[in-house]
């Protein structure tokens, strides 16, 4: 079964503290995204990978940043996290760019305090 | 830009009840895709339906049926029979085919009570 794991499913942070996030996919997916979701805001995305290395902003990029090194693993990082991120985050992975059906990760649910 | 409305923040529902959630979109674009994702109390989002802007036909798979109606930007979603394992939070989302993301609707809970 194809699937999308992300390593943490809670996590309790301090404020100012460098957060990881990290999903790894084993469907040989192109592409990888990292999506907040929030009580009344639906989904919204954060980031999106096309290919090694490669990334690009998505909707709501500001106080994180990204990596994906391997085809297969891409990283959510918040550099100094904040309250306001406390949040459910969902990283997802697809076939293709465009209307291709999202495969999703379980969350991870992070508490910032 | 596009933007998808889903008006019913919470259903509830007795078991075998029908139920219909509604999704509302908006885009400029003629090509489009509409999706419909179901996420458990497990928290795993999962894939229900994709529909192509060119394809109207109504689907029917088991207990779920899609009501896609370009007239009124609608693409509606009812269980018929509804179960306890139904219980969710249900997701309409849209994607204009060339772009590189999903638009996400806020999402419908709904809970099915015996």
């Known amino acids: 079964d194809v699937k999308v794991t992300q390593s943490s499913r809670y996590l309790v942070k301090r404020t100012g503290e460098k957060v990881f996030l990290e999903c790894v996919q084993d469907m040989d997916h192109e592409n990888m995204f990292w999506y907040r979701q929030d009580p009344g805001l639906g989904l919204r995305l954060i980031y999106f990978s096309y290919d090694v290395k490669m990334k690009e902003k998505g909707d709501i990029p500001e106080g994180y940043s990204v990596s994906r090194e391997k085809k297969e693993r891409f990283s959510l990082i918040l550099e100094s996290a904040s309250t306001n991120q406390t949040s459910m985050y969902l990283c997802?992975?697809?076939?293709?760019?465009?209307?291709?059906?999202?495969?999703f990760g379980a969350g991870s649910r992070l508490t910032v305090l | 830009a596009q933007k998808v409305t889903q008006a019913q923040t919470e259903i509830s529902v007795v078991e075998k009840e029908d139920v219909t959630l509604d999704c509302v979109y908006e885009t400029r674009d003629t090509t489009y895709y509409l999706f419909w994702y179901k996420q458990p109390p497990s928290g795993e989002l999962v894939f229900l339906i994709r529909?192509?802007?060119?394809?109207?036909q109504n689907e029917i798979s088991g207990r779920y049926s899609w009501n896609f109606q370009k007239s009124t930007s609608s693409f509606n979603f009812t269980i018929t029979a509804s179960q306890v394992v139904d219980s969710a939070v249900y997701f309409c989302a849209l994607n204009t085919g060339t772009a590189s993301k999903l638009t996400f609707g806020t999402g419908t809970r709904l809970q099915v009570t015996l």
């Open positions: 529909r192509n802007s060119f394809d109207e």
């Open positions: 997802a992975s697809s076939l293709m760019l465009g209307a291709n059906v999202l495969t």
